[in-house]
């Protein structure tokens, strides 16, 4: 069975740091990219950021460049996301999902990221 | 940017109703591009649909996308209980990689 499962998440206060981590199962994790999503409470989906199955492309949205990093161990099975200078606006759940026939499937539960003092 | 505008933001139906959503982007999109999906309260979203018509596995066949160039319809044949839930479309582009609708609530009238 494929499964990602998020961890990491916490409270922040904001100018903090905090380093998501997504363990992948169930497939050749290698051969796929990989993306973070996040929601904020109540509200719709938005894309953060894409890496490539060798990491040798990466994009970030506007509104996180410069402050997070997204990163991944193929021999660990494991995608990662640095999140530095937090602000109250990234207050969200973070998803990872596999980047598949340019969707995102599957998806993994999430890990919630509360930016606050 | 492609901006991705969903109606109605609402939808009221009852179980065996057919739903009719709806996904109009700013710019034209490549079918292969456009995905749907389907989140309920507490859990992350699933892939519904790809490619704009094709379902994904274990879909049911009540879930039907069509559509090209800028607009793109998801049509839910006869309501079931369980599809009571946020529906998104997305768009895969460069950069932003991946870009969503706002959602369209499909709520028991």
């Known amino acids: 069975e494929v499964q990602l499962v998020e961890s990491g998440g916490g409270l922040v206060q904001p100018g903090g740091s905090l380093r998501l981590s997504c363990a992948a199962s169930?497939?050749?994790?290698?051969?796929?990219?990989m993306n973070w999503v996040r929601q904020a409470p109540g509200k719709g989906l938005e894309w953060v950021s894409y890496i490539s199955s060798s990491s040798s492309t990466i994009y970030y949205a506007d509104s996180v460049k410069g402050r997070f990093t997204i990163s991944r161990d193929n021999a660990k099975n494991s995608l990662y996301l640095q999140m530095n200078s937090l602000r109250d606006e990234d207050t969200a759940v973070y998803y990872c999902a596999r980047g598949s026939l340019r969707c995102l499937d599957p998806w993994g539960q999430g890990t919630l990221v509360t930016v606050s003092s | 940017e492609i901006v991705l505008t969903q109606s109605p933001g609402t939808l009221s139906l009852s179980p065996g109703e057919r739903a009719t959503l709806s996904c109009r982007a700013s710019q034209s999109v490549s079918s292969s591009y456009l995905a749907w999906y389907q989140q309920k309260p507490g859990q992350a979203p699933r892939l519904l649909i790809y490619g704009a018509s094709s379902r994904a596995t274990g879909i049911p066949d009540r879930f039907s996308g069509s559509g090209s160039g800028t607009d793109f319809t998801l049509t839910i044949s006869r309501l079931e209980p369980e599809d009571f839930a946020v529906y998104y479309c997305q768009q895969y582009g460069s950069s932003p990689k991946h870009t969503f609708g706002q959602g369209t609530k499909l709520e028991i009238k």
């Open positions: 169930g497939f050749t994790f290698s051969s796929y990219s």
